[in-house]
């Protein structure tokens, strides 16, 4: 009979392994999926245990975790509303966004970095406190570029090119943090409502993403970049003097801003059709390189990719398959070229930066309650798109551009500026979308800034981006110099 | 020569140590150790003090370990010394998780309590442990009283559907007695009938092993021979429809069958008796809803349908997320959110100890029982005597099955059924039947060294 009771032995192991089978694809293969079934409570009911960690900007805190006498324990308190578009919210029945989503584990405590503080916690039952998170925000260019944008719908990129470091991101009209994360539902709903129905679109970064912008002029710094690097082209390379230039295969006519040669003489260099951001050379630039030799610079650049700073930032498009009159209009940013401001900022930082570019990043470091240092990003390469020469080359125009040509407005004195304007056209009635993008000192770059104004910054047609962007830049510019 | 007796002496050196009771008063002081860690953790991370409450949870359960343990000292000294232990750590583990959602109970407002009862419960069923090793002399008794056993075994399964003190709960009829006093049955019928089907089989055997014709190739018991098992096929069947309760039928088939098999060495039986328990929940879940439903339920328990249903998926589904929450060391006790299990305390207690203590967790409390089961077969496989074996096979068994079943419908393995959860379960009838298996379990490992020497 023992033969029997080994066998039955057996059979009970058999039913065992398949109860360990089966807790071990529960609790392990598919925790991530049933954590996430909208059926489970358990996930919100979790972050709400935890005291999250604050994020502060130049040592002070502008979001905090204080301790209230409700379910949810921790009210979520936001300092200024000039931070809004970079650390989003974190709302217990509206969702998390920004750096409150993207830095989520650390904020929470549940990042793999506090695992120790983790398995203590399990210990004697007091929950883990989230990890602070320090931005590289520099405050003074973040307030100088939120005052200096005033009542304009827009968004402001300040970046130092030596490290990727992101020193300013402003995005108008923004939100109310403290409007989302509060505990009374019925206010949460009302102001989530508001935003979402609000045509402006507040809860968009624009710095990063929304629709994004036809970038004009300050895309010719590409195109140039293109041209230069093919070895072709110099910046002495001239072209054909025209006042009207109808684009190959059509009869589509373009013109330059004022509708105007550009300059004086039979033919006009490179060099002078950027300082003077002149349409026609430009379109006749890109039709003689080709729209794959303009593409590939821009990938080099970083379009088409999807960074993370470390919230995803939408990548910016040069369009596949144009013929040449549409080739020609992506010559001054026009066509369905659209763009993040953020990545013009890595263009213009490329030029400044000696031909490479370096990946943005908003992160200092995160610090864990004990005080331990949990993570300190270091710079790092992102690519190098153009030459030292040919960065040098670009340089020295977009000083020109601001010293002699349409970027003046952006001057500081005593400080060699460099910059590009764009004034792109959104349609024939259609209020235009400014841009400048710059940096300085020119010699010893610093600072990088990319500012876009929407809808014509409120004047139609009338307003350039000399005249509304350049001051903008220069304010923020003066702030970090400073 | 010496050769020899070296190597017989390392199975009895093996078997010394656990049954020294030396060594189980050694482990009933640790387990002890490790339910007021238990509690203690529970009190911290819930109330964040330690109070001397936790003393009524803590001393009554491990002076009653201690009771049972001194009365095998007087008169079971032989017995097996890892089955007190192992039963005694599952109980109060069993009572710290009951504890610590009682305490969500009060922080939520409410007045559902059941720790403290299940404490005395616990006593209690120790008490009747320690009465019957003290009491029954030898379990050898038993073997003269099969059919008398057997009788009463039908007598308290039909018990629930009787008129007046007969009660539906969940829509299983498996309770007897008041709103403030109920009792199942049928967890005392599991071990009359264990011991009814090992005094009959033990006096079949030869009839059911040898006699029969071959077809294709299969031997056959004679029709005279295989009518009882028909018979309890059918039994079992009746049980089902009267009690509305798949687990409840699987369990006694499936003990029936593995008892049959033990006896006669054929697995004939286990073949023809797995073939007709699957044709017999399909035909019932034809023919009753309710088998139905619960067969939907275990196929598609994430469908909003079943999902909302009444008496759908939502405490499966809530039990699983349950346990996906504890991930692989789960929240710590305390630190999860067992409480929106619906009967987490009872029916998904193992969900519960899932979240909280996690895959690892898990893995112990599995391992424990398996443990349990192993020493069980352990004391079928030594014991000379065949009554004792398949007594002590079957009570080993039916522990290991009921685990299967329970842990099995909790985690989506198989249909969920309303077996309770050996040892961990909130519930007085569950503690007092598998205490008595654990009391039963001990004297016949007693008796087997005894005789042995």
Redesign the interface.
């Known amino acids: 009979?023992?033969?029997?009771?080994?066998?039955?032995?057996l059979?009970?192991?058999i039913?065992?392994i398949?109860?360990?089978a089966?807790?071990?694809s529960?609790?392990?293969v598919?925790?991530g999926e049933?954590?996430l079934?909208s059926?489970?409570?358990?996930a919100s009911?979790?972050t709400y245990k935890t005291q999250r960690g604050a994020i502060l900007v130049g040592g002070e805190a502008i979001v905090t975790s204080t301790a209230v006498n409700d379910d949810y324990r921790f009210l979520r308190e936001y300092e200024s509303v000039i931070y809004s578009p970079i650390t989003g919210y974190y709302s217990v029945f509206s969702g998390t966004t920004g750096i409150e989503r993207a830095m989520n584990n650390y904020l929470s405590g549940q990042s793999g970095a506090q695992f120790f503080e983790q398995?203590n916690?399990?210990?004697?039952?007091?929950?883990v406190t989230g990890a602070a998170v320090e931005l590289t925000i520099d405050p003074d260019a973040q307030r100088a570029a939120w005052d200096a944008l005033g009542n304009r719908k827009g968004a402001v990129v300040a970046i130092e090119p030596a490290t990727g470091r992101i020193l300013a991101l402003v995005s108008k009209p923004t939100f109310d943090a403290n409007l989302l994360a509060s505990h009374v539902y019925g206010d949460v709903l009302d102001a989530s409502r508001n935003y979402s129905e609000n045509e402006d679109n507040p809860l968009v970064n624009r710095a990063i993403g929304g629709d994004l912008y036809p970038p004009g002029s300050v895309f010719k710094l590409v195109v140039a970049a293109a041209a230069l690097e093919s070895g072709n082209y110099t910046t002495q390379s001239s072209f054909e003097n025209l006042s009207e230039y109808v684009l190959p295969g059509t009869t589509t006519p373009v013109f330059n801003s004022g509708r105007s040669t550009c300059g004086s003489g039979e033919r006009v260099t490179l060099e002078t059709a950027l300082i003077r951001s002149c349409n026609i050379p430009f379109a006749m630039l890109a039709v003689e390189l080709g729209q794959d030799r303009i593409r590939a610079q821009a990938e080099l650049m970083g379009f088409g990719d999807e960074l993370e700073i470390p919230m995803a930032v939408t990548p910016s498009t040069y369009p596949e398959g144009m013929d040449l009159a549409q080739t020609g209009l992506s010559g001054f940013g026009q066509f369905d070229v659209r763009v993040t401001p953020l990545q013009m900022a890595l263009v213009t930082a490329a030029i400044a930066n000696q031909g490479v570019i370096m990946n943005p990043q908003l992160i200092k470091s995160v610090v864990a309650s004990n005080l331990n240092i949990l993570s300190q990003p270091q710079p790092t390469v992102f690519s190098s798109p153009i030459s030292r020469e040919t960065a040098g080359f670009l340089t020295r125009m977009m000083v020109d551009s601001v010293e002699i040509g349409v970027a003046g407005r952006a001057g500081i004195s005593q400080v060699a500026v460099a910059g590009k304007t764009g004034t792109a056209e959104n349609g024939p009635a259609e209020p235009y979308t400014l841009w400048f993008t710059g940096f300085a000192p020119a010699e010893k770059p610093q600072v990088v800034v990319t500012v876009v104004i929407e809808d014509g910054g409120g004047i139609g047609q009338n307003g350039t981006g000399n005249q509304l962007a350049a001051p903008i830049a220069k304010a923020v510019m003066e702030a970090v110099l400073e | 020569m010496s050769n020899l007796s070296l190597t017989s002496a390392i199975p009895n050196l093996i078997r010394a140590v656990p049954r020294s009771r030396n060594f189980e008063a050694m482990l009933i002081f640790w387990v002890s150790g490790i339910h007021a860690f238990a509690l203690a953790?529970i009190q911290?991370?819930?109330l964040?003090i330690m109070t001397w409450e936790m003393l009524l949870y803590w001393a009554p359960p491990t002076l009653s370990a201690m009771i049972v343990h001194w009365v095998l000292r007087k008169c079971a000294v032989k017995a097996d010394g890892l089955m007190l232990p192992l039963a005694f750590l599952l109980n109060g583990l069993g009572i710290a998780m009951i504890y610590r959602l009682d305490l969500a109970e009060l922080a939520a407002g409410g007045s559902d309590l059941f720790a403290q009862r299940q404490v005395w419960l616990s006593c209690f069923a120790m008490l009747i442990a320690a009465a019957v090793i003290r009491v029954v002399p030898n379990h050898l008794a038993l073997r003269r009283f099969p059919f008398i056993s057997g009788l009463a075994a039908v007598v308290l399964l039909l018990l629930p559907a009787a008129p007046v003190i007969g009660r539906t709960v969940n829509g299983a009829t498996l309770w007897v007695g008041t709103d403030e006093l109920s009792f199942q049955p049928g967890e005392i019928a599991k071990i009359l009938l264990a011991i009814f089907f090992a005094g009959y089989l033990v006096s079949r055997q030869g009839s059911l092993a040898e006699i029969g014709s071959r077809v294709l190739g299969v031997k056959v018991p004679r029709a005279k021979d295989l009518g009882p098992i028909l018979l309890f096929w059918f039994a079992s069947l009746g049980v089902l429809i009267v009690q509305r309760d798949l687990g409840t039928s699987i369990l006694y088939f499936g003990l029936f069958l593995?008892m049959v098999?033990?006896?006669t060495?054929r697995g004939f039986y286990i073949g023809a008796g797995l073939v007709m328990m699957v044709t017999g929940a399909l035909v019932a879940s034809r023919f009753f809803d309710y088998v139905e439903r619960r067969f939907e339920v275990w196929l598609d328990p994430?469908s909003s349908a079943n999902?909302t249903a009444i008496g759908g998926s939502y405490q499966l589904?809530q039990g699983?997320?349950?346990?996906?929450?504890?991930?692989?060391?789960?929240?710590?006790?305390?630190?999860?959110?067992p409480q929106?299990i619906p009967l987490a305390e009872s029916d998904f207690i193992f969900a519960a100890l899932?979240e909280e203590l996690?895959?690892a967790g898990?893995?112990v409390v599995?391992a424990v029982?398996?443990l349990l089961?192993?020493r069980g077969?352990r004391i079928?496989?030594s014991h000379p005597d065949?009554f004792s074996?398949?007594l002590a096979?079957g009570l080993a068994?039916v522990i290991?099955?009921q685990?299967?079943v329970v842990?099995?419908g909790v985690?989506?393995?198989l249909p969920l059924t309303g077996l309770t959860t050996p040892f961990l379960a909130a519930g007085g009838s569950s503690l007092l039947a598998n205490w008595s298996i654990i009391a039963l379990l001990l004297i016949i490992s007693d008796s087997s060294l005894r005789s042995n020497k």
């Open positions: 009979m023992n033969r029997q009771v080994r066998r039955v032995g059979i009970l192991t039913m065992f398949a109860l360990f089966m807790a071990s529960i609790q392990v598919r925790t049933l954590y079934d059926r489970n409570v358990r009911y979790e398995i916690a399990l210990l004697d039952g007091t929950p | 953790q911290l991370s819930i964040q593995v098999y033990t006896a060495g994430f999902y589904v699983l997320f349950g346990m996906a929450n504890g991930d692989v060391i789960g929240t710590g006790l305390g630190g999860g959110f929106l899932g996690g895959l898990v893995f599995l029982y398996l089961v192993y077969l079928a496989n065949d074996k398949l096979l068994f290991g099955l685990v299967f842990a099995g985690m989506g393995l």
